[in-house]
């Protein structure tokens, strides 16, 4: 599968914007979806996951309540719509897909990243 990252810009602390996620295959539904992140001199981090079917969803604790992961299968598309951003949102964020349709920890495919920078 391949993935591809876009969305990402320039956004004031307290804006918003929303991250896309466009896969190619016909198995796109079947997978679990995934957000991480690698800001200016850190290790990359988990963002947000969510099942096949978006059932259920899991968030790192530093975006909970602000942050929101969401699919369309029919689009073959997972989204990131980010709410209330603060200066350490900045980042390249990067997309994930997992084989495992349930498993919100482990993934198997990345996309490239698209730069989200957060103005103070």
């Known amino acids: 599968v391949q993935l591809q990252a876009s969305g990402g810009g320039l956004v004031q602390a307290g804006g918003s914007l929303r991250l896309s996620c466009a896969a190619s295959?016909?198995?796109?539904?079947?997978?679990?979806m995934g957000w991480f992140r690698q800001g200016p001199g850190k290790e990359r981090e988990f963002v947000a996951a969510?099942?096949?079917?978006?059932?259920?969803?899991k968030y790192a604790d530093s975006v909970k309540g602000r942050f929101t992961i969401s699919r369309d299968n029919a689009k073959n598309t997972v989204y990131l719509q980010m709410n209330s951003v603060k200066p350490e949102d900045t980042a390249v964020y990067y997309c994930?897909?997992?084989?495992?349709?349930?498993?919100?920890?482990?993934?198997?495919?990345w996309g490239q990243g698209t730069q989200v920078t957060v103005s103070s």
């Open positions: 295959g016909r198995t796109f539904s079947s997978y679990a």
């Open positions: 994930a897909a997992g084989l495992n349709s349930y498993d919100l920890g482990t993934f198997d495919y």
């Open positions: 969510i099942t096949w079917s978006g059932e259920r969803t």
